[in-house]
Nanobody, 124 residues
Framework: VQLQASGGGLVQAGDSLRLSCAAS????????MAWFRQAPGQEREFVAA????????AYAESVKGRFTISATSARDTGYLEMNSLRPEDTAVYYC??????????????????WGKGTLVTVSS
């Protein structure tokens, strides 16, 4: 399984941005998808997760109501829609996935696959 994240960039506070995560080898029909982020000098933290059906989602409290995790109907691409961005959202964002589970893990050590990060910078 390979994951390719894209869509990062430099935006202003209050702007929106959509990150994409393209999956190959397997689709998100068989993978739980998650997004994590890591700011400079900080540990990698959970942002959002989505189960294989898309029925269940989970969000970090800091992004709840502003971010939305989703996937295409073909389940080959996942998204993280980010609205009302804040400077504290600045980080490298990673998409990740875990095989053969229905649990929405928030611990990055529980993920099986990782994409390369994409940098999101929010200026004030």
């Amino acid at each position: 399984v390979q994951l390719q994240a894209s869509g990062g960039g430099l935006v202003q506070a209050g702007d929106s941005l959509r990150l994409s995560c393209a999956a190959s080898g397997r689709t998100f029909r068989s993978l739980v998808m998650a997004w994590f982020r890591q700011a400079p000098g900080q540990e990698r933290e959970f942002v959002a997760a989505r189960d294989r059906s898309g029925i269940r989602t989970a969000y970090a409290e800091s992004v709840k109501g502003r971010f939305t995790i989703s996937a295409t109907s073909a389940r080959d691409t996942g998204y993280l829609e980010m609205n009302s961005l804040r400077p504290e959202d600045t980080a490298v964002y990673y998409c990740a996935a875990r095989l053969r589970t229905e649990y929405l893990y928030r611990d990055p050590s529980m993920m099986d696959y990782w994409g390369k990060g994409t940098l999101v910078t929010v200026s004030s």
